[in-house]
Protein backbone atom coordinates (compact mmCIF):
# COMPACT_ATOMS: atom_id res chain seq x y z
CA UNK A 1 0.00 0.00 0.00
CA UNK A 2 0.91 3.31 -1.18
CA UNK A 3 2.15 5.89 1.83
CA UNK A 4 1.51 8.99 -1.15
CA UNK A 5 -1.26 9.69 -2.55
CA UNK A 6 -1.71 11.76 -5.38
CA UNK A 7 -2.60 14.65 -3.21
CA UNK A 8 0.42 13.99 -1.82
CA UNK A 9 3.19 16.85 -3.00
CA UNK A 10 5.81 15.68 -6.11
CA UNK A 11 9.26 15.25 -5.45
CA UNK A 12 11.36 18.51 -5.61
CA UNK A 13 14.51 16.69 -7.18
CA UNK A 14 15.78 13.81 -7.72
CA UNK A 15 16.89 13.61 -3.83
CA UNK A 16 13.60 13.78 -2.74
CA UNK A 17 12.31 11.35 -5.04
CA UNK A 18 14.55 8.85 -3.34
CA UNK A 19 14.00 9.52 -0.17
CA UNK A 20 9.82 8.76 -1.13
CA UNK A 21 10.83 5.49 -2.71
CA UNK A 22 13.26 4.85 0.36
CA UNK A 23 9.97 5.21 2.58
CA UNK A 24 7.65 3.23 0.49
CA UNK A 25 10.25 0.43 0.39
CA UNK A 26 10.53 0.30 3.66
CA UNK A 27 13.93 0.56 4.11
CA UNK A 28 13.87 2.95 6.87
CA UNK A 29 14.13 1.18 10.90
CA UNK A 30 13.09 3.10 13.84
CA UNK A 31 15.49 4.26 16.16
CA UNK A 32 15.80 2.66 19.43
CA UNK A 33 15.80 5.93 21.69
CA UNK A 34 13.22 8.46 19.77
CA UNK A 35 13.20 11.06 22.94
CA UNK A 36 16.86 10.65 22.84
CA UNK A 37 17.72 11.48 19.27
CA UNK A 38 15.30 14.05 18.90
CA UNK A 39 17.30 15.72 21.83
CA UNK A 40 20.57 15.39 19.79
CA UNK A 41 19.18 16.58 16.92
CA UNK A 42 17.59 19.60 18.52
CA UNK A 43 21.12 20.32 20.57
CA UNK A 44 23.29 20.08 17.03
CA UNK A 45 20.65 22.70 15.19
CA UNK A 46 20.73 24.89 18.53
CA UNK A 47 24.41 24.54 18.04
CA UNK A 48 24.72 25.10 14.19
CA UNK A 49 22.82 28.41 14.55
CA UNK A 50 23.95 29.65 17.58
CA UNK A 51 25.87 33.15 17.05
CA UNK A 52 28.27 32.87 19.77
CA UNK A 53 30.77 35.11 18.38
CA UNK A 54 31.23 38.46 17.64
CA UNK A 55 33.76 40.57 15.28
CA UNK A 56 34.67 43.93 13.83
CA UNK A 57 34.25 45.21 10.40
CA UNK A 58 35.37 47.85 8.36
CA UNK A 59 33.67 48.78 5.66
CA UNK A 60 34.01 51.86 2.99
CA UNK A 61 30.80 54.46 3.52
CA UNK A 62 29.62 53.47 0.60
CA UNK A 63 29.54 49.47 1.11
CA UNK A 64 27.58 50.16 4.37
CA UNK A 65 25.26 52.50 3.14
CA UNK A 66 24.23 49.47 0.30
CA UNK A 67 24.24 47.32 3.22
CA UNK A 68 21.64 49.26 5.31
CA UNK A 69 19.39 50.13 1.80
CA UNK A 70 19.68 46.25 0.98
CA UNK A 71 18.47 45.00 4.39
CA UNK A 72 15.91 47.53 4.69
CA UNK A 73 14.66 45.78 1.59
CA UNK A 74 15.48 42.20 2.80
CA UNK A 75 13.08 44.04 6.10
CA UNK A 76 16.24 42.44 8.14
CA UNK A 77 18.72 44.21 10.65
CA UNK A 78 22.20 45.08 8.32
CA UNK A 79 23.92 42.73 11.03
CA UNK A 80 22.03 39.71 10.50
CA UNK A 81 22.43 40.39 6.51
CA UNK A 82 25.59 40.32 6.59
CA UNK A 83 25.84 37.27 8.77
CA UNK A 84 23.75 35.31 6.13
CA UNK A 85 26.00 36.34 3.13
CA UNK A 86 28.98 35.04 5.30
CA UNK A 87 26.99 31.76 6.15
CA UNK A 88 25.71 31.42 2.37
CA UNK A 89 29.50 32.24 1.37
CA UNK A 90 30.87 29.82 3.29
CA UNK A 91 28.70 27.13 2.58
CA UNK A 92 28.96 27.48 -1.74
CA UNK A 93 25.38 29.11 -1.59
CA UNK A 94 26.24 32.58 -3.04
CA UNK A 95 25.90 32.67 -5.86
CA UNK A 96 27.13 36.21 -7.80
CA UNK A 97 25.68 38.05 -9.85
CA UNK A 98 27.63 40.36 -12.81
CA UNK A 99 26.65 43.72 -13.52
CA UNK A 100 25.48 43.83 -17.32
CA UNK A 101 28.10 46.98 -17.92
CA UNK A 102 30.80 46.43 -19.15
CA UNK A 103 32.82 45.03 -16.20
CA UNK A 104 37.06 45.93 -16.30
CA UNK A 105 39.51 43.15 -16.80
CA UNK A 106 40.88 41.89 -12.86
CA UNK A 107 37.92 44.29 -11.30
CA UNK A 108 36.29 42.03 -8.92
CA UNK A 109 32.74 44.24 -9.46
CA UNK A 110 30.28 41.16 -8.06
CA UNK A 111 26.18 41.93 -6.71
CA UNK A 112 25.82 38.82 -4.50
CA UNK A 113 22.23 37.69 -4.44
CA UNK A 114 20.36 37.55 -0.87
CA UNK A 115 17.09 35.92 -1.36
Do not use: C
Amino acid sequence: MSRFTKKTFKPLDREEKDLMESIEKEEWQPVKNLDREKMAAIQTARNTLKKDKRINLRLSQKDYHQIQLRAIEEGVPYQTLIASIVHKYLNGLLLPKYHEEKIPKGADRVRAQTG
